[in-house]
């Protein structure tokens, strides 16, 4: 499984605003310099961040956008998967009714605990992020 680009810039642009105070809205313009993401591809990717609940997109000439969770409620898998999907390394893992060998084939067993450690390792809140974010991000 490789991160597609909606994945990384929806990672970077939540990391910014895990580094704002929450009540705070950011310019679209200053995410897109800051985190080096094209501005009509991060409208894009926050249409999808807003449909999952993790940010608010304000319109207007103070328009930006803005958490709706704090940092400690935010994890990387929740923003990874509010742009990629559900995260299942194997289709038999995401339809095993489509498989006739899920019951018993022993690699089905092994994609199933894969997936589960990566859903683990990615449940990494923001606020744990955002100390590396707060150097990167708002130089």
């Not at 985190?35 to 000439?61: C, W």
């Amino acid at each position: 499984m490789m991160l597609t680009k909606a994945g990384e810039y929806a990672v970077r642009c939540m990391l910014y605003l895990a580094t704002a105070d929450m009540e705070e809205v950011v310019a679209r313009r200053d995410i897109s310099e800051a985190m080096d993401i094209p501005g009509p591809f991060l409208a894009k990717i926050a249409q999808e961040l807003a449909r999952a609940g993790l940010i608010q997109i304000v319109q207007g000439a103070r328009g930006g956008y803005r958490l709706l969770k704090a940092p400690e409620d935010v994890t990387l898998l929740d923003v990874v998967e509010a742009v990629e999907g559900e995260i299942f390394l194997n289709e038999c893992i995401f339809r095993p009714e489509g498989c006739g060998r899920s019951g018993f084939c022993g690699v089905h067993q092994v994609w199933q605990k894969a997936r589960e450690g990566l859903r683990e390792t990615l449940s990494v809140p923001l606020s744990e992020l955002k100390d590396v974010a707060d150097h990167s991000c708002r130089a």
